[in-house]
T-cell receptor
Framework: DTGVSQNPRHKITKRGQNVTFRCDPISEHNRLYWYRQTLGQGPEFLTYFQNEAQLEKSRLLSDRFSAERPKGSFSTLEIQRTEQGDSAMYLC?????????????FGNGTRLTVT | GNSVTQMEGPVTLSEEAFLTINCTYTATGYPSLFWYVQYPGEGLQLLLKATKADDKGSNKGFEATYRKETTSFHLEKGSVQVSDSAVYFCALSHPTGGGNKLTFGTGTQLKVEL
């Protein structure tokens, strides 16, 4: 079990730039989730894929955010025209399809700083 | 909507002390309940879970019991160690479209000192 891998670990960007993060889930997991965590808060759900289908998006996910999982394996999260309020830790998690309560396995996250 | 409330930290204890971190929830239906732990510099890890009322989850000496009547899932450990220092998150799941979306509390930082 190689775990969930996220890249990069850290990203510093200037306001208005676009950024893209990558997540590689555990290989046999068909479900993939993106969360955002700000300092002193718990993770907040952003979006969820089952295989390549994006099944749910939070209202937190403005139209500047887009996520893809083109082949049902790795996923990317892109933020366009970044704002300082986008600064946060972006977490990816994956789970198997064995029932609605299969645990989520989280990556170490990508920390975004928008200056 | 669904929500999770945890006691605020940081909680500072001496090694071998008894630990309780309170967690209460609001949810429709019958959610599953989880405790996740985040060690410094690492990702969230599942610590334990309970899927129905009166279930007790346990792992690494930690325990939590799903109490439907009090909508609570308090985390306990009889004797903490310095290595237990971390941030602990209570969470509930509400299946959506066959998934397992989690709602987290704000986290409680635990510091254990010698």
């Amino acid at each position: 079990d190689t775990g969930v891998s996220q890249n990069p670990r850290h990203k510093i960007t200037k306001r208005g730039q676009n950024v893209t993060f990558r997540c590689d889930p555990i290989s046999e997991h068909n479900r993939l989730y993106w969360y955002r965590q700000t300092l002193g808060q718990g993770p907040e759900f952003l979006t969820y894929f089952q295989n390549e289908a994006q099944l749910e998006k939070s209202r937190l996910l403005s139209d500047r955010f887009s996520a893809e999982r083109p082949k049902g394996s790795f996923s990317t999260l892109e933020i366009q025209r970044t704002e300082q309020g986008d600064s946060a830790m972006y977490l990816c998690a994956s789970s198997s399809g064995q029932g609605g309560n299969s645990p989520l396995h989280f990556g170490n996250g990508t920390r975004l700083t928008v200056t | 909507g669904n929500s999770v409330t945890q006691m605020e930290g940081p909680v500072t204890l001496s090694e071998e002390a008894f630990l309780t971190i309170n967690c209460t929830y609001t949810a429709t239906g019958y959610p599953s309940l989880f405790w996740y732990v985040q060690y410094p510099g690492e990702g969230l890890q599942l610590l334990l879970k309970a899927t129905k009322a009166d279930d007790k989850g346990s792992n690494k000496g930690f325990e939590a019991t799903y109490r439907k009547e009090t909508t609570s899932f308090h985390l306990e450990k009889g004797s903490v160690q310095v290595s237990d220092s971390a941030v602990y998150f209570c969470a509930l799941s509400h299946p959506t479209g066959g998934g397992n979306k989690l709602t987290f509390g704000t986290g409680t930082q635990l510091k254990v000192e010698l």
